[in-house]
């Protein structure tokens, strides 16, 4: 049997390997009901806690330039403090990564005629790259910017 063209289980291990190298702690669902990753953190004495949902773009030879791009579609879990984490991938599949990878908080992502939409991205010749507004949640930036943000679900990290 061929191997398969996307790389749909590698956005998942990408994105939680690129949470592991920040100093997150990543949690794996028993059962995937809608969250891929759990990821913690503790931050300034707090103990930070994200929901994460990893959906991996990957364009086919025939995309045509977008002046947005991303994910549309179901998300089968919200959360107010969930993370929806983007990897997006070139139309050449051989590349060995993914070209880069947002880190979008639950208030970037809309509701849509077709379910949830975030487009942080453009698609120009063959290639995804931030738009402007959006390249402050990607990357190395996109992981630090969480750290900044505590959340209201952040508690003190000490036991009782």
């Known amino acids: 049997m061929p191997a398969p063209k996307t790389r749909d289980v590698f956005a ?11 100093g997150w702690e990543i949690y794996s669902p028993h059962r995937d009901r809608g ?6 953190k503790k931050i300034a004495k ?13 364009p086919t030879d025939s995309k045509t330039n977008k002046a947005t791009y991303g994910y549309t579609g179901k998300l089968s879990a919200l959360h107010p403090s969930m993370i929806l984490a983007l990897p997006f991938f070139y139309t050449e599949h051989s590349k060995p990564s993914p070209a880069f990878t947002a880190f979008m908080p639950f208030s970037e992502i809309r509701s849509s005629s077709r379910g949830y939409r975030c487009h942080p991205a453009i ?3 063959g290639r995804p790259s931030p738009r402007r507004d959006f390249a402050k949640f990607c990357d190395a930036d996109g992981l630090s910017l969480l750290e900044q ?8 990290g000490n036991p009782h």
């Open 12 to 22: 998942e291990y990408y994105v939680a390997g690129l949470f592991a190298d920040a």
């Open 35 to 40: 969250f891929d990753l759990i990821v913690a």
């Open 46 to 58: 707090k103990m930070v806690i994200f929901p994460v949902q990893v959906k991996g773009l990957y």
């Open 149 to 156: 943000k505590t959340g209201e679900q952040a508690v003190d």
């Open 123 to 125: 698609f120009r010749d």
